[in-house]
């Protein structure tokens, strides 16, 4: 076992780990923090025990899990074959938000991939998952840690409001630094596609290994979809969701819409409008926008505002993976 901040770590927090650990090792389920939201983990091994997650989250079967490891030499106990693209992301990335499509190990409980041949992989840098990854000495599939369809969790106040006692022990390691899910990328040849975007970009993957090339996903047309779950009804708040582009906001209709209404974007796009809404939340820049945007929506449920107006942020950067999650979150509702 490599040595690392656990053995630094307060004892009331060494024990809650090795107490998440035996629970792993004994097949319950264990909500933990990552630095991009939530998991809900389980012994990858364990057929049993990856069942238990799909039952907990309400996940439908055709939906695979993202596995998650903290040392680069366990990669070969979740992928049969591991190509020199794929090492070179990971050696750039890994620990942090990038997951990648790999053929699946054998040992693998069939579920984590819901029938496909593949696995997703990804190594997590928050502390706490670390620790518990290495103190369990086994892979963990681990989905946001939320019910099917709802927002993923950013505090552990959040994962258990969502799954109750379906977990055996949850883990705090206070709000995620990230907020939106990690990067979801598979690798043909030398093609990398971006299957659900996150805090690492197509530039990212490109400045990382030369002569690569990126694409992100045309996720409607694909048939069959390629990441089966971005198929499914997502990140959604009670309240109905519309988004509007910076721009066009000023002169936007509001008044169609129905009251009590919250609103969220950067501070500077929302400025002339705070006023009208019940409820406002505002970010300084994008990067806190997509922080905090999962726990916006569980306020505003908690204010039980009807009705959500997301001001859309630039293209760009993490900018990408909250306009996909505000567009999933709305249905496609726009106002212009
Ligand atoms: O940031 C994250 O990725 C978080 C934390 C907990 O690591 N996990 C997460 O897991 O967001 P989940 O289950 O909510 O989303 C996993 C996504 C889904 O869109 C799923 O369809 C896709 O990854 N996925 C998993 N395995 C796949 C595979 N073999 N091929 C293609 N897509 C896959
Ligand atoms: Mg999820």
Redesign the pocket.
Known sequence: MTMNKFDDAPASQRSMILRAAETILSGGLVVFP?E??Y?LGADALDASAVRGIFTAKGRPSD????V?IADLEDLERVTRHASSIARDLFARFAPG?L?L?MPAHPDLAPAV?AG?S???V?F?SHPVAIDLLRACGRPLA???ANRSGEP?PTTVAMARASLGDAAGVYLDGGPCRVGL??T?A?IIDDVVTI??PGAVTAEDIEAAVAGIRVRYATLVAAQPS?????RHRHYQPRAEVFTVEARDFEHARLADLSKPMGILGRRADIEVWRGSFAAVRDAADVTEYARNLYRWFAELDALEVSTIVAVMPPADGIGLALRDRLERASGNNRID
């Open positions: 990552t991009t939201v998991g939906n695979p899990l993202i998650h938000p997951t499509v991939s496909l593949t696995v997703a990804r997590p681990a989905p946001s993923s899910e990690s979801v598979s299957l659900r390629p990441s089966p779950g971005l």
